[in-house]
């Protein structure tokens, strides 16, 4: 236990995939990690990234939408009763409202797929691709009460090829969202 004296508790929303909750796992267990994943919550009972958190012994929680308001009471009961110092989202499809925001009162992070404040919402890749950008890439900011706009912390880009699909951008794209969500942790935490 003395190992993670200090360290902040975190909880990680997820909806799907889970490889940035992986990529969130596997930085938090190396020596420079400021934090502690304690908690993985999902509004999906299916998600592919609640056995991530199985397989690494983290305890999981699916909380069923029902309503808005309920969900979030529920939310809030558990981040309470972990004493939870702030929250990732990583693919977490359900918009979080400004009362929970207020409630929680502690910060929340999101990584996006695009270099936002362009291609707030879904399908960034395709509409990068069709715009004919030159760059796209990923944002970790801060969540606030409009979709996809509260602080920058970290942004990184990368080039759009005239051959790139909307997968391989999606590829690219995944593999610096890994790297930077954990970089975007350690800067808030620094400067804490
Ligand atoms: C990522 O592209 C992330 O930027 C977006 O949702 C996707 C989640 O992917 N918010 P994963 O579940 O972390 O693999």
């Known amino acids: 236990m003395e190992k993670f004296l200090g360290k902040k508790k975190i909880a990680v929303f997820i909806s799907g995939r889970g490889s940035n909750l992986k990529s969130l796992i ?16 999902s509004d999906n009972y299916h ?9 690494s012994n983290i305890k999981k929680i699916f909380v069923k939408y029902t309503s808005k308001k309920e969900f979030e009471n529920q939310l809030l009961k558990l981040l309470k009763s972990h004493n939870i110092d702030f929250i990732c989202l990583a693919g977490f499809m359900k918009i979080l409202s400004g009362n929970f925001i207020r409630k929680f ?3 929340i992070l999101n ?28 944002t970790v900011h801060i969540v606030n009460q409009k979709l996809d706009s509260g602080k920058i912390l970290l942004q990184k880009k990368v080039r759009i090829l005239k051959s790139d699909s909307e997968k391989s951008l999606e590829k690219k794209i995944l593999k610096i969202e890994h790297k930077i969500y954990p970089e975007a942790i350690n800067k808030l935490l620094t400067n804490y």
Do not use: F, Q
Request: hydrophobic share 30%.
């Open 47 to 55: 998600a592919k990234g609640l056995r991530i958190a199985d397989k």
């Open 26 to 41: 596997k930085y938090s267990k190396t020596k420079k990690s400021l934090i502690k994943i304690v908690l993985v919550v």
């Open 111 to 138: 990584i996006h797929p695009s270099l936002l404040p362009k291609y707030k919402g879904l399908g960034t890749h395709s509409r990068a691709i069709k715009n004919k950008e030159k760059y796209s890439g990923a």
């Open 105 to 107: 009162n502690k910060p």
